[in-house]
């Protein structure tokens, strides 16, 4: 009896990462800069709100235990390890740096195909 494979979990982003990697879908290279450049604006963003720890400690609310619950809570929401600063940090350092990497493939297989257009129809080279 052959030997079952173990299920791999793939993220969309690794899934938009291999797209690009076989050439299932291309970018033209002024797309791929503006959005590379507005992505790695992003993550500057990202990594500054993370540098300054804008919640150090749980808001103080009032004195009673719903309080001091409610602002635990919205303590977690933010710096937990699922909160807001933990996701962004995840955007900045994995997720956003894939897209990028995805979009730098799709922009040079774009151009590639253009360039072998261009030989295939004779023509000179042009803009990409």
């Given at each position: ?7 791999r ?30 992505l ?13 720890q ?30 807001m ?5 995840q ?6 740096p ?31």
């Amino acid at each position: 009896m052959p030997e079952e494979e173990p299920l791999r979990y793939s993220s969309p982003l690794d899934d938009f990462l291999t797209g690009a990697r076989e050439g299932d879908f291309t970018v033209s290279a002024a797309f791929a800069d503006e959005m590379i450049a507005a992505l790695q604006e992003m993550i500057t963003v990202f990594r500054a709100i993370n540098e300054v720890q804008p919640f150090p400690e749980p808001p103080r609310l009032s004195d009673t235990e719903a309080a001091r619950w409610i602002s635990d809570r919205m303590h977690q929401s933010a710096v937990g390890e699922h909160g807001m600063l933990h996701t962004l940090d995840q955007a900045a350092t994995t997720m956003l740096p894939k897209v990028i990497e995805a979009l730098e493939l799709a922009r040079r297989r774009y151009i590639e195909n253009e360039e072998q257009a261009m030989e295939a129809l004779h023509l000179p080279g042009g803009d990409a």
